[in-house]
């Protein structure tokens, strides 16, 4: 590590690694840290007991292969495939889909019978939402619209969204159209090669752009003089830069990185309102070298709830799970099993259990991946040689995020994470903000944005 750099970026999430990657290709020098001894951030892969497990490689939209091209080089964008069975099981229907306006659209007049022209004009009505628009219409209000009383659409149409961001039908419609709109446009993607092969490709791009990267490095404290940032302190050694990239906990980043005696008052205050986004539980089942299981299907939607309720898919009794299995052709060359069960969560429910309460917890919601797998696979426990639980205390630890918050903050976080250089000249914030700055590639676009204000922050200092 040199004593002085242009930029220190804090934290090697998409959000990070992509801001790290522009500002690099832009000529300046970088210093990427990252306090786990692995980058990712939420978007990682875990190795055990001869498994490799994704934990974030569900699904995301066909605009992130864009992005990789432009913002990491076109091997990456030929790596990004489809995902082209995503299943639907629950008490009020049953059926596949491929994930884009025409299949959901057919879908919506043949399954649902829902007339043509309202279907037009719901995809119409979203396609042409932008985040400046009125933000006070909420999603119940933009079903009702177009859908009245029809609960099985609204579920069609928001469960995926739902849990992959734990939005519910009371936030802004805009924030539900602008994610539903980004993955309905041509289906769901994913990384061939995993997250493991997607995060090798990313360090060697990095190196070769000069990035130096240093993980298990904790930045404790953002260093300020004259009214703006001069440095960093890093595992207690200072570093010189002129400017920070912080793509941790916003909360964190303005309130300990920074610390509050930066912050006005109003903005204090405002911050401090802001909610964190839910968590999430994940069961991982690995298969058995030598077996195998039958094809059931890339992403399924499963859930024994009447209906769609965006609180009971947070609740500790689990009544919805997505399942996302991994077959040995998303890892070329492996002969791979596995089987990853996400679930919302709050960090309330598992936060203050006993060392016991907590293991038991662990094993139920193994137990019940378990049981509930077995409807498609017959005879799952034969073949499945290890299991394992992460819940909002595991995402706490091993990314910072308060709350183990799955996509930082709600909607309203965005704001602040924009104003934060405002507050202290030369800090800046990137990922997980909002729904909309999340996930993928919110994240990586978020980066992208943040490294093009730092740009021109630099170029006015000098
Ligand atoms: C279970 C689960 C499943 C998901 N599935 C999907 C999916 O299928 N599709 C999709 O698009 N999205 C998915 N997401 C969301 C997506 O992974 C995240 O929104 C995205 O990866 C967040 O990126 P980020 O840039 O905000 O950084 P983060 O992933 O939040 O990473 C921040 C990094 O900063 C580091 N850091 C924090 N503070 C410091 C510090 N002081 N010093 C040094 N380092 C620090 C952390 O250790 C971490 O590595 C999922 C998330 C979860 C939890």
């Not at 939209?61 to 992005?67: A, D, E, L, Q």
């Not at 495939?81 to 884009?100: A, W």
């Not at 933000?135 to 579920?155: A, H, I, S």
Request: charged share 20%; with cysteine.
């Amino acid at each position: 590590m040199k004593s002085r750099y242009d930029i220190v970026v804090v934290g090697g999430g998409l959000g990070g690694l992509t801001a790290a990657n522009r500002l690099a290709r832009a000529g300046r020098s970088v210093l990427l840290v990252e306090q786990h001894t692995q980058l990712g951030g939420l978007a990682t892969y875990f190795h055990r007991k001869g498994h490799i497990f994704d934990v974030a490689l569900h699904g995301f939209p066909v605009g992130m292969k864009k992005s990789l091209r432009k913002y990491w080089g076109s091997r990456f964008a030929e790596q990004v495939i489809q995902v082209k069975s995503i299943r639907f099981h629950n008490p009020q229907y049953r059926l596949e889909s491929t994930f884009d306006t025409a299949d959901f659209s057919r879908k919506m007049e043949e399954e649902f019978k829902i007339p043509r022209e309202t279907v037009r004009a719901f995809f119409a009505a979203v396609a042409n939402m932008n985040y400046y628009d009125d933000q006070t219409m909420t999603t119940r209000e933009f079903f009702q619209k177009f859908f009245p009383g029809r609960t099985d659409v609204w579920r069609f149409l928001m469960e995926p969204i739902t849990y992959a961001n734990g939005s519910t039908l009371n936030e802004p419609a805009i924030s539900y159209g602008i994610v539903f709109g980004n993955f309905m446009s041509e289906g769901v993607y994913t990384f061939l090669g995993g997250t493991d092969r997607m995060l090798q490709m990313m360090r060697e791009e990095l190196a070769n752009n000069g990035v130096e990267i240093a993980l298990g490095t904790q930045a404790e404290k953002v260093l300020v003089d004259g009214g703006r940032v001069r440095g960093v302190l890093l595992n207690g050694q200072a570093v010189s830069c002129e400017a920070v990239v912080s793509n941790g906990s916003l909360f964190l980043t303005a309130f300990e990185l920074a610390g509050t005696e930066m912050l006005s008052a109003e903005y204090a205050e405002g911050l401090k309102a802001v909610r964190p986004s839910t968590s999430s539980c994940q069961v991982y089942l690995g298969i058995k070298k030598g077996e195998k299981i039958p094809f059931i299907g890339d992403l399924v939607f499963h859930s024994t709830h009447p209906v769609f309720d965006a609180d009971a898919l947070c609740a500790p009794k689990i009544s919805s799970r997505t399942f996302s299995v991994y077959y040995p052709e998303i890892r070329p060359g492996s002969d791979e099993y596995a089987i990853v069960a996400s679930m919302n969560a709050r960090f309330q429910n598992w936060d203050g259990l006993t060392p016991e309460q907590y293991r038991s917890a662990k094993d139920a919601l193994v137990e019940d991946a378990l049981n509930t797998v077995e409807e498609y696979v017959p005879g799952i426990r034969r073949l499945v040689d290890y299991t394992c639980a992460a819940t909002p205390r595991t995402f706490q630890r091993y990314t910072g995020h308060v709350n183990g918050a799955t996509f930082g903050t709600k909607f309203e976080g965005l704001r602040f994470s924009q104003e934060l250089p405002s507050q202290v000249p030369g800090l800046f914030h990137t990922g997980s903000v909002g729904i909309i700055m999340s996930g993928w590639l919110g994240a990586a676009n978020y980066g992208v944005i943040v490294a093009n204000e730092v740009d021109k922050y630099l170029s006015t200092r000098q």
